[in-house]
């Protein structure tokens, strides 16, 4: 006779800096509309696992992975120049919103800006802060019929991945495009 127990989420976080970010894919990180410029200084990622523990009766443990949990992503950054607080403003009001977070090296996947604070005192020309966003698990509303602006190594996979629409039908929408596979940067890409 089994024994099951659920175990809590058990969490992996990859923290990375922004040089290790860069080096592994040169594109910026970018939140819907927003794009973060710098890049944040360091960005940690929070994969979940949702486990089970068995327990036999002669007392043997085996421990399964039975799914996986939404992401968390959180990051410290500053905003530098003469338009730094407008960019901190763009940013505070994205908050609450579900978008698609791009972030480099990774595939993008739907989000919304959970936590945004302001450390320290700003001046006109540096705003430090903190960020966190949560994983939604489902497609933003609203990007059906939205047409955005790739970034140099993005493919309609990317795409297609944060949209729910087939390559197929981003294919068909966007005759335009001559390289599924390497987007060109700037290349427009409208969501059917």
């Known amino acids: ?55 036999t009766v002669s007392g043997e443990e085996h421990t399964a992975r039975v799914g996986t949990g939404r992401s968390c992503v959180t990051g410290k950054g500053a905003f530098l120049g003469p338009d730094a607080m407008v960019r901190m403003e763009a940013l505070e009001g994205l908050f609450g919103e579900a978008h698609t977070l791009f972030l480099p090296g990774m595939a993008p996947f739907p989000a919304i800006l959970s936590a945004l604070s302001v450390v320290g005192t700003p001046s006109p020309n540096c705003v430090e802060y903190t960020v966190s966003f949560s994983e939604t698990g489902e497609v933003p509303a609203g990007v059906s019929g939205c047409t955005f602006l790739a970034a140099e190594g993005e493919s309609l996979w990317d795409y297609a991945y944060f949209s729910g629409v087939t390559v197929d039908a981003l294919v068909a929408a966007n005759p335009h495009i001559l390289c599924i596979g390497a987007l060109q940067a700037g290349e427009a890409v409208h969501i059917p």
Not at 19 to 41: N, Y
């Open 1 to 55: 006779m089994k024994m099951d127990r659920l175990l809590q989420r058990a969490e992996t976080a990859a923290s990375r800096t922004a040089a290790e970010v860069s080096a592994l894919h040169p594109e910026k990180m970018r939140f819907g509309p927003f794009v973060f410029e710098p890049t944040p200084q360091n960005i940690q990622v929070n994969h979940r696992a949702i486990l089970r523990e068995s327990v």
